[in-house]
């Protein structure tokens, strides 16, 4: 069972007009939702905004020392997306010793649930699981009428031989725009619905209604 995450370089969104003659008055006033804040101040009301859900991290053994990582983020969110989600996380042994700490970034759309995939990471001992926390948040009002990105896997399979397993599948873009970049993840759950594995590839220059393979 696989479950295919895609994301995406582009994220339509709308310009918020700011009005600075009555954004800076410490007064709710001229159309404003709060207190200098709301879209005639191109600013949020932070009231309105739900925080970024995630979940429990996972940590995937795929040889000796080297280990792949899960995080699922839901942003609760229908109106609203973040275009930098700036994070921090943090990896220690099972006898609380830090064995690595890393920085980041993300954009989310609303109503998302994005998959923070990190493969290939090199640890010294076993690790506990990972902690990720959310520093930042750039968050932003998204229109209806943003453009709509489609895509659709037309035919995907899954080898093992001989210890080594493969996957691949052919996308196409059903959008009506191209995109510079496309990341894939993918997400291998077992026949009760556990996450067994993760790997992410990317795709570079999808054009509108291009087809792409891919095998990772």
Same mark, same amino acid.
């Given at each position: 069972? %696989? ?6 370089? %582009?994220?339509?969104? &709308? ?8 954004? %800076?008055?410490?007064? !709710? ?13 191109? =600013?949020?009301?932070?009231?309105? @905004?739900?925080?970024? !859900?995630?979940? /429990?991290? !996972? ?7 080297? $280990? ?11 109106? +609203?997306?973040? &275009?930098?989600?700036? $994070? ?26 994005? $998959?923070?995939? =990190? ?46 397993? &493969? $996957? ?8 009506? +725009?191209?995109?510079?970049? /496309?990341? @894939? ?8 619905? !556990? /996450?067994?594995? /993760? ?12 087809? &792409?393979?891919?095998?990772?």
């Amino acid at each position: 069972i %696989f479950a295919i995450i895609f994301a995406l370089v %582009f994220v339509g969104v &709308r310009d918020l007009a700011t009005d600075e003659a009555t954004s %800076f008055d410490s007064l !709710q006033n001229q159309g404003e939702q709060g207190v200098d804040c709301g879209p005639v101040c191109g =600013k949020l009301c932070a009231s309105e @905004i739900l925080s970024l !859900q995630v979940s /429990v991290g !996972q940590i995937f053994k795929v040889a000796e020392g080297d $280990y792949d990582m899960l995080f699922e983020v839901k942003n609760p969110n229908s109106s +609203y997306g973040a &275009r930098d989600v700036q $994070y921090e996380i943090s990896i220690g042994d099972t006898n609380g010793q830090l064995l690595t700490k890393q920085i980041g970034n993300f954009y989310v759309l609303p109503n998302q649930t994005f $998959y923070l995939i =990190k493969t290939a990471l090199k640890l010294k001992s076993e690790p506990a699981a990972p902690t990720l926390a959310i520093v930042d948040t750039d968050w932003i009002q998204v229109s209806t009428e943003d453009p709509v990105v489609d895509f659709a896997i037309l035919g995907e399979g899954f080898l093992e031989r001989n210890g080594v397993s &493969r $996957y691949e599948a052919i996308v196409l873009n059903k959008s009506f +725009y191209d995109f510079e970049n /496309v990341d @894939i993840n993918v997400i291998l759950h077992d026949e009760s619905g !556990q /996450v067994i594995g /993760v790997s992410r590839t990317d795709i570079q220059t999808f054009e509108s209604l291009q087809e &792409r393979g891919f095998v990772m």
